[in-house]
């Protein structure tokens, strides 16, 4: 079991209920695949709140530091975000299968598209693409300004449209609306957020090669209780489990 105990450099409120941490330690040093999650220890023991799972937003492995961000929503991520400084986190990981860079691939352009807290992923991923000489366009949908984060460090590693449902930044409507702009290009496309949008994203892609994350409620977060197995047609058993067969899986291979 790959379990780690990380520093807490810093955590700090970025959006609204938004959290930006900041951990070091030597085990962050096998954490290079872009896609991949840490199971990460949210309460106390004696709690029943024992880890919930957050994707790997970046990555220095000079500084031997991984920086995750999610949203304090329930009992466990609140408590998450009350840590401070100087204390240690306990992490499993990484877990997971993560996304297949487009490594040789004739098409040297990459569609980017996250919405809310599936947003992070997409800022590790897209460094690795660039780094690999892809020109990488990012689509990140957000509820409203007041929910936005992280726009300018995307706009960094590549084009960066932003959609808002209320209207308040970017474009007015969500990361469907924003997407025929910019597909002409015919980019691999990768994509990371609630099933409802992979749906349509798979939908408005039509056809073109892609690769989808899900986010699901997991609890053992390795294979062993079934918390988040997802129907699929083409495997025999009928389901994967997103959290060791995925949560990346190609466009089509589940039923959304
Ligand atoms: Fe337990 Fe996936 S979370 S099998």
Redesign the pocket.
Known sequence: MKKHLLNVTSNIEIARNIFEMKLTGPGVGSMTTPGQFLHVSVGNHSSKLLRRPLSICDVDLDREEVTLLYRAQGEGTKQLSQKSAGEIVDVLGPLGNGFELAENDHNRKALLIGGGIGVPPLYYLGKHLKSKGIEVTFILGYQSIEDSFYIEKFNEIGETIVTTVDGSLGIKGFVTDAMMNVMNDEPIIYSVGPAIMLKAVEERAGGLRGYLSLEER???????????VCPTETRESGYV????DGPVFKMGEVVL
Do not use: D
């Open positions: 997991m609890g053992c977060g390795i294979g062993a209780c079934f918390a988040c489990k997103i959290c060791s």
